[in-house]
């Protein structure tokens, strides 16, 4: 299921992706986090039944952890993004260095309300600098001259010119993953959607009582935990619902519903239709 934003630590920190077919909703579960820029095609990022658009010469923002994408070619040429990976650590090393090397104050006061509602991710159009240096990346990656060196140059000029711009959607979400604490929990969260666990055992593994985590867990997610697991499950289950040929009660399975009566009446709360409903919808919508 997962495509080319699917990676680990031990991969390139910059990497061009080219698709020429546009091959549906894709899952992708990130290691890293993600700052990407469109170069011909569109872009689309779904959070439930909810999709944000990235267009040529738009960057865009994702959070370590799971997301659905689709990739839209343009007309007859494929669709081509650059797509830049980080870890916290990293971004740490980097802004230190960039502080002391030019007396940086480094802040992060912007906040909207496409922030607070798209927790992980962000789309920002690019501007004059930064479009001037991704032509200059992609020119880079052409000529196959690349390496780990260059790599790291490229990235501290990225951010660079990120930090430094005046406060936006893009500048705050980077920012804001320099919070090793908020790291640590998220991670936590990520790693066991799927997870037969429970909220007081995660509660316990993130050193918190009950009321405690349930108010952080509200502060990084907006809602309740039980409400989000839930749905992120839910999201997972209907992708793989037009994806796949796996049976109503696997795909229930496979997003921690081992009930399977019980995940059609969550599914068709959430959506108004069945799995099976919402599978010949959509499979057919496709088809035609």
């Keep these: 299921m997962d495509n080319q934003l699917s990676e680990t630590a031990h991969q390139p920190m910059i990497v061009k992706f080219s698709q020429p077919y546009n091959n549906g909703i ?8 993600t700052i990407g820029y469109v170069m011909r095609g569109t872009k689309y ?3 439930g039944d909810v999709r944000y658009e990235v267009n040529r010469g738009e960057m ?3 959070a370590k952890g799971h997301h659905y994408t689709e990739d839209v070619p343009e007309g007859e040429h494929p669709f081509e993004q650059l797509t830049c990976y980080y870890s916290q650590e990293m971004l740490g090393r980097m802004l230190s260095q960039l502080s002391l090397t030019y007396n940086l104050t480094i802040a ?3 906040s909207c309300v496409h922030c607070r509602q798209a927790v992980g991710h962000a789309i920002f159009p690019a501007w004059g600098t930064l479009r ?3 032509a200059s990346l992609n020119q880079y990656i052409r000529d196959e001259c690349y390496d780990a060196t260059a790599e790291n140059i490229k990235m501290m000029e990225l951010i660079y010119m990120i930090v430094t711009h005046p406060d936006c959607c893009i500048k705050s979400k980077v920012l804001a993953n320099i919070d090793t604490a908020r790291e640590t929990f998220e991670q936590l969260i990520y790693q066991n959607i799927f997870s037969d666990i429970s909220i007081e055992e995660l509660a ?3 050193n918190r009582s009950m009321t405690s985590f349930k108010k952080e867990f509200r502060r990084h997610f907006f809602e309740p935990p039980h409400k989000w697991f839930i749905r992120q499950r839910l999201m997972h289950s209907r992708l793989l619902l037009v994806s796949t040929d796996k049976s109503i009660s696997e795909v229930g399975c496979e997003c921690s519903f ?3 009566s019980h995940f059609i009446k969550l599914f068709k709360k959430q959506y108004g239709l069945t799995p099976a409903a919402y599978r010949n919808k959509h499979v057919a919508g496709r088809v035609g």
């Design 26 to 33: 894709q899952s992708h579960h990130l290691s890293r986090h």
């Design 45 to 47: 990022i779904y959070y």
């Design 60 to 62: 865009f923002f994702l």
């Design 108 to 110: 992060n006061d912007h």
């Design 132 to 134: 001037t240096f991704f």
């Design 204 to 206: 316990s593994r993130s």
């Design 258 to 260: 081992p009930n399977t």
